[in-house]
């Protein structure tokens, strides 16, 4: 089995082929272009690069969020123009799971983080126990840090990853003390090979590329603002 993933959810865009199970290529970019320009070109160079078309692939996976409200669109519309194409099955992959993937093997909570802006994150909370994916113990939410906190097991190490790494890791450690740890740079990101491996675990739920959907866990900033300024204006 063949699949392609792609992840346009963050900063960091990225795509990775995967044949039987075995990682054969990996881009990752995070250089000051959008992911429109990046992602197709991402694409190509992992297609080219085994020597195959889209036409030969046979499972298409796109991280479909939470995340940047814009990336999360460029991802999920390119995997579905992809596998409506070719007629081949698509499925959505959760970030905050993707990113969980990097914390295999460690012993304690895996607790990926994204900016979400605005003093929050998307968050939620896993551990790995037997098998190959993580299992979740905490619900992917949006809300500020100090009540993503609050709700983490007491007395266990945790590990944070996710590119709220950088802005909200200082408040985690003053929080948490020695109990909180921060993923290294390699580790910190969401990796499309990881994204890869989910699909392939899910493969037989098959995947109707037209039911593939971002996942957004609050209304856009426009229509965020847009609501308040009519209740605002309601209430004169």
């Known amino acids: 089995m063949k699949i392609l993933a792609l992840d ?24 000051g272009l959008t992911h429109s320009q990046t992602a197709m070109p991402m694409v190509d160079q992992c297609l080219s690069a085994a020597g195959i078309t889209a036409k030969d692939i046979d499972l298409f ?35 905050l799971e993707t990113l969980a993937m990097n914390g295999f093997g460690f012993r304690g909570v895996i607790c990926p983080i994204l900016d979400a802006r605005r003093g929050q994150v998307y968050c939620a909370a896993f551990r790995f126990e037997e098998g190959k994916l993580p299992v979740r113990i905490l619900d992917d939410e949006a809300m500020a840090l100090t009540d993503f906190l609050k709700k983490l097991p007491e007395n266990e190490k945790c590990l944070f990853l996710g590119d709220g790494l950088k802005v909200h890791f200082p408040a985690v450690s003053a929080a948490m003390g020695d109990r909180a740890v921060a993923a290294p740079a390699h580790m910190a990101y969401i990796r499309p090979a990881a994204a890869c491996e989910i699909a392939l675990q899910r493969a037989e739920e098959g995947g109707n590329f037209m039911e593939l959907m971002p996942i957004y866990l609050r209304a856009p900033q426009a229509e965020r603002e847009r609501n308040a300024r009519l209740m605002s204006e309601g209430a004169k």
């Not at 990682?23 to 970019?29: G, R």
């Not at 081949?88 to 959760?94: G, I, R």
């Open 8 to 31: 346009t959810s963050g900063p960091v865009a990225g795509a990775a082929l995967m044949e039987d199970g075995v990682i054969t290529h990996e881009v990752m970019a995070s250089h």
């Open 61 to 95: 996976a796109a991280v479909a969020g939470p995340g940047s409200f814009t990336g999360v669109r460029i991802g999920v519309c390119a995997v579905r123009a992809l596998a409506h194409a070719w007629n081949k099955p698509a499925l959505p992959v959760d970030s």
